[in-house]
């Protein structure tokens, strides 16, 4: 086994405000409780882990609380996925508990009040962000309302040996094969925390939906693919189709576009790592867009800039 790249002793010692202010940019208000401030220590470090923010985090501090009101202060919006590195947590969101040990890992809504209590005053932890849109677009639901789980499956210590022991960095570069460690990381997210059901035609819907979500991923290049598409070839009725999106709080159209935009950001990274001249209204065509304008409309609306600073 690989000794883990992250190193907590080597973090410098961070106090109360250091620490809260180290979480801000990027992962929002934060406020450990029930100690004395002056005696607070913590410990926190960014980096990227194939292309994703992550930070290492450890504190002595037995209870961190998110309010509603920091969630409405900082307008903070992804998923995270925390593992338990060291020592033992509790995690409470949405009148959900789980408890973590070395290993396990829970899956939290950024954008909703939590709690989160330590076992002992030594916990350290890793968390790795996830995007909303690309969660759902990756794995065909929306999380709603947070979802907690542990990791004491083969893929839950797979997903942490995956964490614990990455050849990480700051950033500031990328690896061409980020993109396939990421695609890594969507499927062992979507093994740990998709949602199950133990009512036999639920499990049937479930299957269906994600053969759906096949479909949608074989064939989402074709310019004139759309739902009326995906329904006959999965043999469901288009009324019956857009019901398993709306269920997810989402649309076949919306989730087919995410699909060709995750896509063509790729095209995206790869056309700026390898400094090459292909036109930008090429990649749009490749990845299912007939209508450029469109493409760059909805393109910085999901990216927040235009495709062509994307991956500079």
């Not at 960014?46 to 504190?59: E, K, N, P, Q, V």
């Not at 087919?256 to 700026?272: C, E, G, Q, T, Y």
């Amino acid at each position: 086994m690989m000794q883990p790249r992250s190193d907590f002793a080597d973090m410098p010692e961070l106090d109360y405000e250091g620490w809260r202010d180290a979480l801000r940019p990027k992962w929002g208000r934060y406020n450990p409780e029930a100690m004395d401030r002056r005696t607070f220590v913590g410990r926190a470090r960014s980096r990227s882990l194939y292309g994703f923010a992550a930070i290492d985090l450890g504190c002595n501090a037995h209870r961190v609380e998110r309010t509603q009101r920091d969630v409405r202060f900082d307008g903070v919006d992804h998923y995270f996925v925390l593992f338990q590195v060291a020592g033992g947590s509790t995690i409470i969101q949405n009148d959900r508990v789980v408890q973590l040990s070395v290993g396990d890992a829970a899956l939290v809504d950024s954008a909703r009040p939590g709690t989160h209590v330590s076992e002992e005053r030594c916990g350290q932890w890793i968390s790795l962000q996830l995007p909303r849109q690309s969660l759902a677009s990756h794995l065909g639901f929306d999380a709603q309302g947070g979802v907690l789980g542990r990791g004491e499956t083969a893929a839950g210590r797979m997903f942490f040996d995956l964490v614990r022991d990455a050849d990480t960095g700051d950033g500031s570069t990328s690896s061409p094969a980020d993109f396939y460690m990421q695609l890594a990381v969507y499927d062992l997210i979507g093994a740990l925390f998709a949602p199950t059901d133990a009512v036999p035609g639920s499990l049937h819907a479930d299957k269906l939906f994600t053969r759906i979500c096949g479909v949608v991923r074989d064939r989402f290049a074709e310019p004139a693919f759309g739902p009326c598409e995906v329904a006959a070839e999965a043999g469901i009725s288009l009324r019956y189709l857009q019901k398993f999106f709306t269920a997810r709080g989402t649309t076949c159209t919306h989730f087919i576009n995410s699909v060709r935009l995750d896509h063509a950001a790729r095209l995206l990274h790869r056309r700026a790592t390898l400094n090459t001249c292909q036109p930008i209204s090429e990649i749009a065509y490749d990845s299912g867009f007939s209508d450029y304008t469109h493409f760059a409309r909805i393109f910085r609306r999901r990216f927040g800039h235009t495709p062509g600073a994307h991956g500079g």
